[in-house]
């Protein structure tokens, strides 16, 4: 099969290569998915987890991308649950080569059903944004109709789906970002929105809730917003400032087939949309992750057509 491998961290994605690799075998519990769409965070290239597994041993060349839609064509011994030729899409162990190939192993619990009218395109999009923002706001935030949520990163993958989820369930969003972000922000939801650029980011005042995936400066500052009780949720790291009367929470993000199902049935009727930037093949990835210009949203490869 073609796949796509790094070896050397320092490179990041300018190491990448295309080459071809066995197909693998499933495992006890596992099933082989053909891919069909494949999500990519550049970050990704800086978890230890891309270039060692769980004993710290050197495991490269890895394959990248952990999110996926595709379908079924092989279960492993006990697999349960699931069966050859079903639509299904999720999020991948991050020990475990991933998602920028044409077929991938995964753990059967990893994965959720795909419905027939989600585009694999959106469903590859929607694991590693959809739950981040799902677990952040609702598990680490434990988010309230009526709180305020001020969303970092508003106009990107994951900020874009705090702010709606935020929003559906009665927060008041305020959205921050670059410039240029504002109208996305406002498009996908936010009351409010905070250039980073020219705004004074502490007069938006006090909130319930901060949901930072910017980090640094930023994340110093945005510690001294929260409201007594409130909480700091982060995805970039330990945070580094914590409120003086709240919750400092960093995490990462687990697969929950439960959550996935909330989300792409939000998808399906139009409560939730995906926040898609750009798409290319596996033949051309390498060169889409090596962008001449900034671009916002999820990018995405079509492993098929």
């Not at 197909?23 to 494949?38: F, L, T």
């Not at 379908?71 to 030729?85: F, N």
């Not at 929003?167 to 969003?173: I, K, P, Q, W």
């Not at 399906?268 to 949309?273: A, Q, V």
């Amino acid at each position: 099969m073609k796949a796509i491998v790094v070896t050397d961290q320092a490179a990041g994605t300018a190491g990448m290569t295309l080459v071809a690799r066995p197909e693998p075998q499933p495992a006890i519990n596992d099933v082989i998915v053909e891919v069909h769409a494949s999500g990519f965070v550049p970050t990704e290239l800086t978890w230890p987890s891309t270039w060692v597994d769980r004993l710290e041993r050197a495991r490269t060349p890895s394959i990248p991308g952990h999110e996926l839609a595709g379908v079924i064509t092989a279960l492993g011994y006990g697999t349960a649950g699931l069966s050859v030729g079903q639509r299904v899409f999720g999020l991948t162990d991050w020990y475990r080569d991933g998602t920028l190939a044409e077929y991938v192993a995964v753990e059967a619990r990893n994965l959720a059903p795909l419905p027939g009218d989600v585009d694999f395109t959106v469903g590859a999009s929607l694991p590693i944004s959809g739950l981040t923002a799902w677990q952040g706001l609702f598990e680490h935030g434990r988010l309230r109709a009526g709180q305020s949520v001020l969303v970092h990163g508003a106009a990107g993958a994951v900020g874009s789906m705090v702010t709606q989820l935020a929003g559906e369930f009665g927060a008041y969003v305020i959205g921050t970002g670059r410039s240029a972000d504002r109208q996305n922000a406002l498009d996908f939801g936010a009351q409010e929105f905070v250039d980073l650029e020219n705004d004074v980011l502490e007069d938006v005042g006090g909130v319930d809730l901060v949901f930072d995936v910017i980090g640094g400066d930023i994340g110093k500052r945005s510690a001294g917003l929260v409201r007594a009780g409130g909480t700091l949720v982060s995805i970039v790291g330990p945070v580094e400032a914590r409120p003086d009367d709240g919750l400092a929470i960093d995490f990462v993000v687990d697969s929950d087939r439960a959550q996935l199902n909330e989300i792409v049935q939000r998808v399906r009727d139009g409560r939730l949309r995906t926040n898609i930037g750009t798409v290319s093949t596996l033949d051309n990835a390498i060169a889409a992750f090596n962008p001449i210009e900034r671009r916002t949203g999820k990018t995405i490869i079509r492993v098929r057509p």
